[in-house]
């Protein structure tokens, strides 16, 4: 609630305060240049790549045709047929053995339980649609290893997407908001400000209009890749990927409030920008930890499982494994409550560093004084 001043002015409340911090840092990120190029830069830059895998996948199969394996008995079933790459194997085994060592996508061979269809497909973890359609026939489908289809490139890219996004919007804005801190502390403003407004509301401002800034580019990143998915016919990927991005931006959420308010935190210890590295590197080895783990460790489901329980990953973790389907539904409820309940730490502890350590000027504040105060 607002207080009166001893001129009879009103003071804004705390809310109220918050929010006006955090209008200046939206206000001051959008009148820069740098941050609007870049922004726009990220988006086109985005959007060209989700364009070109939609059209390279689509063009894949148009210009060299789908390899597909026939025997003597199913030759005929793809003779005449335009689009396809045929081979023809001495055996059904031997079609199948194609299959397995991926040398072609499908396999045609006889039908051994008779019915209408004279063969079936055998295809090693996706029915390829396309062939089905040139087929012009719904034949039996026989997969060799139907939990296989989430190691494939497109859970790389996924893999890499999810990692990037969080690398690129946690680093920048954690950096922005270090800067900010350094900046004020340098100038003196801190001080201007900290006398109409209690340090715990500079702190929530900042953290709260970073928020806002790094929310709105998620949202954007999430529609761009909506319309791109759209627009080169990859609507099953849209299918699968939405409750995934969905659970993305809530996982991202809380694990960039805690990450900011840390980052507000390791910035107020010192009091000159060549020193932020200082202080700040722990936790840019925290965000760079799960882009390169997601990277490296997509097809592992134990490294995956442990990142999706540990606060500084479970935003990059998680929400991959509810794409390839590895998660039970209540693992993503436990995970996210173990993510707020260590965002509200943070923020503790974030909270007495920062009100420690920001008008001490000079020498860096060791985090064991910065704690004790």
């Not at 305060?17 to 830069?41: C, Y």
Request: include cysteine; hydrophobic fraction near 55%.
């Amino acid at each position: 609630m607002s207080t009166q001043t001893p001129t009879g002015h009103r003071s804004p409340g705390e809310l109220q305060s918050v929010w006006l911090v955090a209008e200046r840092e939206i206000g001051s990120k959008l009148r820069s240049k740098a941050f609007v190029i870049s922004t726009a830069f990220l988006l086109v830059a985005a959007l060209a790549s989700v364009l070109w895998g939609g059209f390279a996948a689509g063009d894949a199969r148009s210009d060299s045709g789908i390899p597909v394996a026939v025997t003597s008995q199913t030759e005929n079933a793809v003779s005449g047929v335009a689009g396809l790459d045929v081979s023809v194997a001495d055996s059904d085994d031997a079609a199948q053995a194609l299959v397995e060592d991926g040398t072609v996508d499908a396999a045609l061979v006889p039908n051994p339980s008779g019915g209408s269809f004279d063969y079936t497909v055998i295809v090693e973890d996706s029915v390829p649609s396309a062939l089905l359609q040139l087929l012009s026939e719904s034949p039996p489908v026989q997969m060799l290893d139907p939990a296989a289809g989430a190691a494939d490139a497109l859970r790389y890219l996924i893999a890499f997407g999810f990692g990037l996004v969080f690398l690129i919007a946690a680093s920048t804005f954690g950096g922005t908001i270090a800067q900010s801190v350094v900046e004020e502390k340098q100038t003196r403003v801190v001080e201007i400000l900290i006398s109409a407004i209690p340090v715990r509301v500079l702190l929530a401002g900042k953290v709260l209009g970073n928020t806002v800034l790094a929310m709105a580019q998620i949202v954007l990143l999430a529609a761009i890749a909506v319309v791109g998915l759209s627009v080169t016919g990859q609507a099953s990927v849209l299918t699968t990927l939405g409750a995934p991005i969905a659970w993305f931006a809530v996982f991202f959420l809380f694990g960039f409030v805690l990450l900011a308010s840390l980052f507000a935190a390791a910035a107020a210890m010192v009091s000159r920008q060549e020193d932020i590295g200082s202080t700040t590197t722990p936790l840019t080895m925290l965000v760079l930890a799960p882009y390169f783990l997601v990277i490296f460790f997509n097809d592992n489901p134990l490294v995956l499982a442990i990142m999706s329980y540990v606060p500084f990953s479970a935003p990059v973790g998680m929400p991959l494994r509810l794409y390839i389907g590895d998660a039970q539904w209540w693992e993503p409820l436990l995970s996210l409550l173990i993510l707020v309940a260590a965002c509200v730490a943070a923020i503790l502890v974030a909270a007495r560093i920062y009100q420690n350590s920001l008008l001490r000027m000079g020498a860096r504040v060791k985090l064991a004084e910065a704690l004790r105060g």
